[in-house]
Protein backbone atom coordinates (compact mmCIF):
# COMPACT_ATOMS: atom_id res chain seq x y z
CA UNK A 1 0.00 0.00 0.00
CA UNK A 2 1.43 3.31 -0.64
CA UNK A 3 1.81 5.85 1.80
CA UNK A 4 -0.61 8.84 1.98
CA UNK A 5 3.09 11.11 1.67
CA UNK A 6 5.26 9.30 -0.41
CA UNK A 7 8.59 11.26 -0.99
CA UNK A 8 8.37 14.23 -2.86
CA UNK A 9 10.33 14.01 -6.38
CA UNK A 10 8.70 16.30 -8.53
CA UNK A 11 7.09 19.94 -7.91
CA UNK A 12 4.77 22.13 -9.77
CA UNK A 13 4.35 25.64 -9.78
CA UNK A 14 1.41 27.73 -11.26
CA UNK A 15 1.44 31.58 -11.05
CA UNK A 16 -2.59 32.99 -11.44
CA UNK A 17 -4.34 36.29 -11.99
CA UNK A 18 -2.78 39.94 -12.79
CA UNK A 19 1.13 39.68 -12.97
CA UNK A 20 3.06 41.30 -9.85
CA UNK A 21 7.07 42.10 -10.17
CA UNK A 22 8.86 39.20 -8.51
CA UNK A 23 6.91 36.35 -9.82
CA UNK A 24 10.05 34.99 -11.70
CA UNK A 25 12.53 35.60 -8.42
CA UNK A 26 9.32 33.40 -6.32
CA UNK A 27 10.13 30.89 -9.54
CA UNK A 28 13.90 30.61 -9.35
CA UNK A 29 13.80 30.61 -5.83
CA UNK A 30 11.26 27.14 -5.76
CA UNK A 31 13.19 26.11 -8.93
CA UNK A 32 16.54 26.27 -7.73
CA UNK A 33 15.53 25.24 -3.83
CA UNK A 34 13.60 22.16 -4.93
CA UNK A 35 16.58 20.91 -7.33
CA UNK A 36 19.14 21.51 -4.13
CA UNK A 37 16.68 18.62 -2.69
CA UNK A 38 17.24 16.77 -5.13
CA UNK A 39 13.53 17.27 -6.62
CA UNK A 40 12.92 17.98 -10.37
CA UNK A 41 10.62 21.58 -10.41
CA UNK A 42 8.13 22.01 -13.35
CA UNK A 43 6.30 25.38 -14.21
CA UNK A 44 2.42 24.97 -15.70
CA UNK A 45 1.90 27.46 -18.15
CA UNK A 46 -0.91 30.20 -18.03
CA UNK A 47 -2.48 29.27 -14.28
CA UNK A 48 -3.98 25.64 -14.86
CA UNK A 49 -4.17 26.45 -18.64
CA UNK A 50 -1.74 24.05 -19.33
CA UNK A 51 -3.14 21.47 -17.91
CA UNK A 52 -6.59 21.57 -18.63
CA UNK A 53 -6.29 23.00 -22.33
CA UNK A 54 -2.62 21.52 -23.72
CA UNK A 55 -3.52 21.10 -27.04
CA UNK A 56 -3.04 24.92 -27.31
CA UNK A 57 0.87 24.46 -25.98
CA UNK A 58 2.94 23.39 -28.94
CA UNK A 59 5.92 22.82 -26.16
CA UNK A 60 3.48 21.46 -24.59
CA UNK A 61 1.00 22.51 -21.37
CA UNK A 62 4.01 22.25 -18.39
CA UNK A 63 7.65 22.93 -18.80
CA UNK A 64 10.57 21.87 -16.97
CA UNK A 65 12.36 24.47 -14.76
CA UNK A 66 16.26 24.06 -15.21
CA UNK A 67 18.63 26.05 -13.31
CA UNK A 68 19.65 27.47 -16.90
CA UNK A 69 16.31 28.37 -17.35
CA UNK A 70 15.86 30.29 -14.26
CA UNK A 71 18.69 31.76 -14.52
CA UNK A 72 19.22 35.69 -14.74
CA UNK A 73 15.20 36.28 -13.83
CA UNK A 74 15.11 37.27 -10.19
CA UNK A 75 15.40 40.89 -11.81
CA UNK A 76 12.49 40.81 -14.63
CA UNK A 77 8.85 41.80 -14.30
CA UNK A 78 6.08 39.43 -15.46
CA UNK A 79 6.39 35.76 -15.25
CA UNK A 80 8.53 33.13 -17.67
CA UNK A 81 5.51 30.61 -17.77
CA UNK A 82 2.83 32.98 -18.50
CA UNK A 83 -0.51 33.34 -16.40
CA UNK A 84 -4.30 33.89 -16.70
CA UNK A 85 -7.26 35.69 -15.22
CA UNK A 86 -9.17 33.73 -16.85
CA UNK A 87 -10.15 30.18 -16.34
CA UNK A 88 -11.02 29.30 -13.26
CA UNK A 89 -10.92 25.83 -12.84
CA UNK A 90 -13.66 25.67 -10.76
CA UNK A 91 -16.00 28.14 -13.40
CA UNK A 92 -14.42 27.03 -16.33
CA UNK A 93 -16.11 28.74 -19.21
CA UNK A 94 -17.87 26.65 -21.76
CA UNK A 95 -18.94 27.86 -24.56
CA UNK A 96 -22.27 26.30 -25.55
CA UNK A 97 -23.20 25.42 -29.27
CA UNK A 98 -26.23 28.13 -28.80
CA UNK A 99 -23.10 30.61 -28.19
CA UNK A 100 -23.91 30.87 -24.41
CA UNK A 101 -21.48 29.97 -21.57
CA UNK A 102 -21.99 27.64 -18.96
CA UNK A 103 -19.36 27.37 -16.00
CA UNK A 104 -18.12 23.96 -15.13
CA UNK A 105 -16.16 22.75 -12.63
CA UNK A 106 -12.80 20.82 -13.75
CA UNK A 107 -10.93 20.62 -10.30
CA UNK A 108 -11.07 17.00 -10.55
CA UNK A 109 -10.23 16.91 -14.06
CA UNK A 110 -7.04 19.27 -12.67
CA UNK A 111 -6.56 16.45 -9.77
CA UNK A 112 -6.05 13.82 -12.11
CA UNK A 113 -3.76 15.60 -14.65
CA UNK A 114 -1.54 16.35 -11.90
CA UNK A 115 -1.17 13.02 -10.71
CA UNK A 116 -0.69 11.94 -14.71
CA UNK A 117 2.14 14.03 -14.60
CA UNK A 118 3.35 12.64 -11.09
CA UNK A 119 3.27 16.02 -9.51
CA UNK A 120 3.78 15.07 -6.18
CA UNK A 121 2.95 19.16 -4.56
CA UNK A 122 1.84 22.14 -6.28
CA UNK A 123 3.06 25.86 -5.29
CA UNK A 124 0.30 28.00 -6.25
CA UNK A 125 1.32 31.89 -6.61
CA UNK A 126 -1.58 34.39 -6.34
CA UNK A 127 -4.28 36.01 -5.20
CA UNK A 128 -7.29 35.73 -3.97
CA UNK A 129 -8.64 33.72 -6.26
CA UNK A 130 -5.65 31.67 -6.98
CA UNK A 131 -5.44 30.74 -3.07
CA UNK A 132 -9.27 29.77 -3.06
CA UNK A 133 -8.91 27.02 -5.67
CA UNK A 134 -5.13 26.22 -3.97
CA UNK A 135 -7.41 25.58 -1.21
CA UNK A 136 -10.18 23.09 -3.27
CA UNK A 137 -7.05 21.15 -4.29
CA UNK A 138 -5.55 20.16 -1.33
CA UNK A 139 -9.19 19.45 0.11
CA UNK A 140 -9.22 16.98 -2.96
CA UNK A 141 -5.73 15.67 -1.38
CA UNK A 142 -3.11 17.26 -3.17
CA UNK A 143 0.18 18.95 -1.26
CA UNK A 144 -0.38 22.26 -1.95
CA UNK A 145 1.81 25.24 -0.75
CA UNK A 146 -0.14 28.99 -1.61
CA UNK A 147 2.51 32.23 -2.17
CA UNK A 148 0.41 35.34 -1.59
CA UNK A 149 0.77 37.84 -4.84
CA UNK A 150 -0.90 40.89 -5.79
CA UNK A 151 0.34 44.84 -6.16
CA UNK A 152 -3.01 45.97 -4.67
CA UNK A 153 -1.59 44.28 -1.37
CA UNK A 154 -5.40 43.67 -0.18
CA UNK A 155 -4.64 40.32 0.88
CA UNK A 156 -5.39 39.70 4.75
CA UNK A 157 -2.66 37.40 6.25
CA UNK A 158 0.54 38.62 5.00
CA UNK A 159 1.66 42.15 6.20
CA UNK A 160 2.64 42.73 2.72
CA UNK A 161 3.00 40.96 -0.79
CA UNK A 162 5.56 41.73 -3.03
CA UNK A 163 4.81 44.10 -6.41
CA UNK A 164 3.25 46.40 -4.29
CA UNK A 165 6.64 48.25 -3.02
CA UNK A 166 7.44 48.20 -7.12
CA UNK A 167 4.21 50.00 -7.51
CA UNK A 168 3.92 51.82 -5.58
CA UNK A 169 7.69 53.23 -6.12
CA UNK A 170 6.98 53.46 -9.74
CA UNK A 171 3.22 55.76 -8.91
CA UNK A 172 5.38 58.23 -6.16
CA UNK A 173 7.86 59.28 -9.48
CA UNK A 174 5.27 59.73 -11.35
CA UNK A 175 3.22 61.93 -9.05
CA UNK A 176 6.81 63.59 -8.67
CA UNK A 177 6.93 64.12 -12.26
CA UNK A 178 3.42 65.51 -12.68
CA UNK A 179 3.78 68.41 -10.35
CA UNK A 180 5.88 70.38 -12.51
CA UNK A 181 3.66 69.76 -15.59
CA UNK A 182 0.22 70.85 -13.23
CA UNK A 183 2.28 73.48 -11.73
CA UNK A 184 3.51 75.22 -15.03
CA UNK A 185 -0.36 74.97 -16.61
CA UNK A 186 -2.15 75.71 -13.43
CA UNK A 187 -3.89 72.63 -13.83
CA UNK A 188 -5.61 69.84 -11.69
CA UNK A 189 -3.89 66.57 -12.94
CA UNK A 190 -5.65 63.19 -11.87
CA UNK A 191 -4.04 59.93 -11.33
CA UNK A 192 -5.79 56.73 -11.75
CA UNK A 193 -3.93 53.70 -10.18
CA UNK A 194 -5.15 49.94 -9.67
CA UNK A 195 -6.64 49.01 -6.16
CA UNK A 196 -9.67 47.42 -7.02
CA UNK A 197 -11.00 46.41 -3.71
CA UNK A 198 -8.43 48.28 -1.58
CA UNK A 199 -6.93 52.00 -1.89
CA UNK A 200 -3.33 51.05 -0.33
CA UNK A 201 -1.65 51.52 -3.42
CA UNK A 202 -3.03 54.99 -4.27
CA UNK A 203 -2.70 56.11 -0.34
CA UNK A 204 0.61 55.37 -0.40
CA UNK A 205 1.78 56.90 -3.13
CA UNK A 206 -0.41 59.62 -2.41
CA UNK A 207 1.09 60.69 0.47
CA UNK A 208 4.62 60.05 -0.52
CA UNK A 209 4.47 61.81 -3.77
CA UNK A 210 2.58 65.24 -2.28
CA UNK A 211 -1.08 64.81 -3.66
CA UNK A 212 -3.24 67.23 -2.72
CA UNK A 213 -6.47 64.63 -2.88
CA UNK A 214 -7.08 60.95 -2.15
CA UNK A 215 -10.05 58.98 -2.85
CA UNK A 216 -9.77 55.42 -2.28
CA UNK A 217 -12.99 52.20 -2.57
CA UNK A 218 -12.86 52.75 1.35
CA UNK A 219 -13.75 56.30 1.59
CA UNK A 220 -17.18 56.96 -0.99
CA UNK A 221 -16.16 60.63 -2.13
CA UNK A 222 -18.18 64.01 -3.27
CA UNK A 223 -16.17 65.79 -5.37
CA UNK A 224 -18.46 69.09 -3.23
CA UNK A 225 -16.12 68.81 -1.05
CA UNK A 226 -12.81 68.76 -3.09
CA UNK A 227 -13.78 71.68 -4.67
CA UNK A 228 -12.75 73.49 -1.62
CA UNK A 229 -9.52 72.01 -1.30
CA UNK A 230 -9.01 73.59 -5.01
CA UNK A 231 -9.79 76.81 -3.86
CA UNK A 232 -7.78 76.02 -0.50
CA UNK A 233 -5.06 75.98 -2.57
CA UNK A 234 -5.17 78.57 -5.15
CA UNK A 235 -6.03 80.68 -2.04
CA UNK A 236 -2.24 79.64 -0.78
CA UNK A 237 -0.57 80.32 -4.02
CA UNK A 238 -0.45 76.78 -5.12
CA UNK A 239 -2.86 77.00 -8.37
CA UNK A 240 -2.78 73.18 -9.06
CA UNK A 241 -3.85 70.12 -8.00
CA UNK A 242 -2.74 66.05 -7.80
CA UNK A 243 -5.70 63.70 -7.72
CA UNK A 244 -4.49 60.43 -7.20
CA UNK A 245 -7.66 57.94 -7.59
CA UNK A 246 -7.64 54.23 -6.63
CA UNK A 247 -9.67 52.37 -10.00
CA UNK A 248 -12.23 50.95 -7.04
CA UNK A 249 -13.21 54.52 -5.80
CA UNK A 250 -17.28 55.54 -6.11
CA UNK A 251 -18.78 58.24 -5.52
CA UNK A 252 -21.33 58.52 -2.18
CA UNK A 253 -24.34 56.46 -3.10
CA UNK A 254 -22.59 55.72 -6.52
CA UNK A 255 -20.98 52.70 -8.43
CA UNK A 256 -17.43 51.33 -9.53
CA UNK A 257 -16.68 52.20 -12.88
CA UNK A 258 -16.99 49.01 -14.63
CA UNK A 259 -15.51 48.70 -18.23
CA UNK A 260 -16.21 45.55 -19.15
CA UNK A 261 -18.27 42.52 -18.00
CA UNK A 262 -17.12 39.00 -19.51
CA UNK A 263 -18.31 35.55 -18.11
CA UNK A 264 -15.34 33.37 -16.23
CA UNK A 265 -13.38 36.82 -15.12
CA UNK A 266 -14.03 39.62 -12.45
CA UNK A 267 -15.52 42.98 -13.76
CA UNK A 268 -12.41 45.12 -15.46
CA UNK A 269 -12.53 48.29 -13.91
CA UNK A 270 -11.58 51.36 -15.33
CA UNK A 271 -12.40 55.17 -15.75
CA UNK A 272 -13.35 56.52 -12.82
CA UNK A 273 -10.35 59.08 -13.35
CA UNK A 274 -11.78 60.15 -16.27
CA UNK A 275 -15.12 60.90 -14.48
CA UNK A 276 -13.03 62.54 -11.81
CA UNK A 277 -11.51 64.83 -14.06
CA UNK A 278 -14.35 65.72 -16.21
CA UNK A 279 -16.68 66.50 -13.30
CA UNK A 280 -13.58 68.80 -11.23
CA UNK A 281 -13.37 70.61 -14.53
CA UNK A 282 -17.11 71.34 -14.41
CA UNK A 283 -17.36 72.30 -10.86
CA UNK A 284 -14.23 74.63 -10.45
CA UNK A 285 -13.72 76.51 -14.06
CA UNK A 286 -9.87 74.66 -13.73
CA UNK A 287 -8.64 72.78 -16.87
CA UNK A 288 -8.19 69.24 -15.99
CA UNK A 289 -5.85 66.26 -17.35
CA UNK A 290 -6.14 62.56 -16.87
CA UNK A 291 -3.29 60.21 -16.12
CA UNK A 292 -4.09 56.75 -17.04
CA UNK A 293 -0.79 54.41 -14.79
CA UNK A 294 -2.77 51.00 -15.06
CA UNK A 295 -0.55 48.14 -16.45
CA UNK A 296 2.58 50.27 -15.79
CA UNK A 297 2.30 49.68 -11.99
CA UNK A 298 2.36 45.67 -13.04
CA UNK A 299 5.45 45.92 -15.46
CA UNK A 300 9.29 47.03 -14.97
CA UNK A 301 12.01 45.36 -12.13
CA UNK A 302 11.07 44.54 -8.74
CA UNK A 303 12.52 46.43 -6.27
CA UNK A 304 15.21 45.17 -3.74
CA UNK A 305 12.32 44.79 -1.29
CA UNK A 306 10.21 42.55 -3.49
CA UNK A 307 13.01 40.41 -5.16
CA UNK A 308 13.53 39.60 -1.68
CA UNK A 309 10.15 38.72 -0.58
CA UNK A 310 9.67 37.23 -3.30
CA UNK A 311 12.86 34.80 -3.43
CA UNK A 312 11.89 34.60 0.71
CA UNK A 313 8.53 33.24 -0.01
CA UNK A 314 9.88 30.67 -2.73
CA UNK A 315 12.01 29.63 -0.45
CA UNK A 316 9.96 29.23 2.43
CA UNK A 317 7.27 27.72 -0.02
CA UNK A 318 9.75 24.40 -0.33
CA UNK A 319 10.71 24.30 2.89
CA UNK A 320 7.04 23.75 3.66
CA UNK A 321 6.52 20.65 1.07
CA UNK A 322 9.55 19.55 2.70
CA UNK A 323 8.47 19.98 6.36
CA UNK A 324 5.02 17.89 5.35
CA UNK A 325 2.78 21.01 5.57
CA UNK A 326 0.07 21.22 2.72
CA UNK A 327 -2.84 23.37 2.61
CA UNK A 328 -0.83 27.13 3.65
CA UNK A 329 0.30 30.17 2.41
CA UNK A 330 3.21 31.42 3.14
CA UNK A 331 2.86 34.99 4.97
CA UNK A 332 5.21 37.83 6.13
CA UNK A 333 5.00 38.20 9.56
CA UNK A 334 8.00 40.33 10.63
CA UNK A 335 10.99 39.30 11.00
CA UNK A 336 9.14 35.61 10.23
CA UNK A 337 7.70 34.10 7.22
CA UNK A 338 5.15 31.97 8.81
CA UNK A 339 2.64 29.61 7.41
CA UNK A 340 -1.04 30.40 7.51
CA UNK A 341 -3.91 27.67 6.86
CA UNK A 342 -5.11 28.57 3.25
CA UNK A 343 -8.61 28.12 4.61
CA UNK A 344 -8.16 31.50 6.23
CA UNK A 345 -5.68 33.04 3.82
CA UNK A 346 -8.99 33.24 0.71
CA UNK A 347 -11.94 35.36 0.96
CA UNK A 348 -10.70 37.90 3.03
CA UNK A 349 -9.89 41.48 1.89
CA UNK A 350 -7.41 43.91 3.52
CA UNK A 351 -8.77 46.94 2.78
CA UNK A 352 -7.42 50.64 4.52
CA UNK A 353 -8.98 51.18 8.17
CA UNK A 354 -10.16 54.55 8.57
CA UNK A 355 -7.55 54.39 11.57
CA UNK A 356 -4.76 53.76 9.28
CA UNK A 357 -1.84 55.63 10.27
CA UNK A 358 -0.62 56.63 6.89
CA UNK A 359 -4.30 58.18 6.13
CA UNK A 360 -3.87 59.89 9.62
CA UNK A 361 -1.11 61.10 8.51
CA UNK A 362 -2.36 62.45 5.47
CA UNK A 363 -5.03 63.94 6.66
CA UNK A 364 -2.76 65.81 9.19
CA UNK A 365 -1.07 66.96 5.89
CA UNK A 366 -4.36 68.79 4.67
CA UNK A 367 -5.08 65.63 2.16
CA UNK A 368 -8.58 65.69 1.28
CA UNK A 369 -10.29 62.00 0.92
CA UNK A 370 -13.45 63.82 -0.29
CA UNK A 371 -15.33 63.19 2.68
O1 LIG B 1 -3.67 42.59 -9.73
C1 LIG B 1 -4.88 43.17 -9.35
C2 LIG B 1 -5.22 44.19 -10.34
O2 LIG B 1 -4.10 44.98 -10.48
C3 LIG B 1 -6.43 45.04 -10.00
O3 LIG B 1 -6.14 46.22 -9.32
C4 LIG B 1 -7.03 45.31 -11.35
O4 LIG B 1 -8.41 45.54 -11.25
C5 LIG B 1 -6.72 44.07 -12.09
O5 LIG B 1 -5.51 43.60 -11.60
C6 LIG B 1 -6.67 44.28 -13.59
O6 LIG B 1 -6.23 43.12 -14.20
P1 LIG B 1 -6.32 42.80 -15.76
O7 LIG B 1 -6.36 44.08 -16.51
O8 LIG B 1 -5.08 42.02 -16.02
O9 LIG B 1 -7.55 42.00 -15.93
Redesign the pocket.
Given at each position: MSSPNPPIKRIAISTG??D?PGLNAVIRAVTLSALNRGWECYGIRDGYNGLLMPEQYVEGGIMRLTRERVRGITHLGGTIIGTT?RGNPMKFPIKNPGGTFEEVDRTDELVRAFRMHSIDALIVVG?DGSLAIANVLAKKGMRVVGVPK???NDLDRTVITFGFDTAVGFATECLDRLHTTAASHRRIIVVEV???YAGWIALNCGVSGSADVILIPEIPYDLHKVVPKIHEREQQGGDFTIVVVA??AKPVGGAVSVVEREVG??E??GGVGEKVAHELAALTGKEARVVVL??L??GGSPTTFDRLLALRFGAAAVRALEEGRSGVMVALNPPKVDYVPLEEASGRMKVVPLDNDSLLTARDLGICFGD
Open positions: GGANGTIDMGREGRARLGHLR
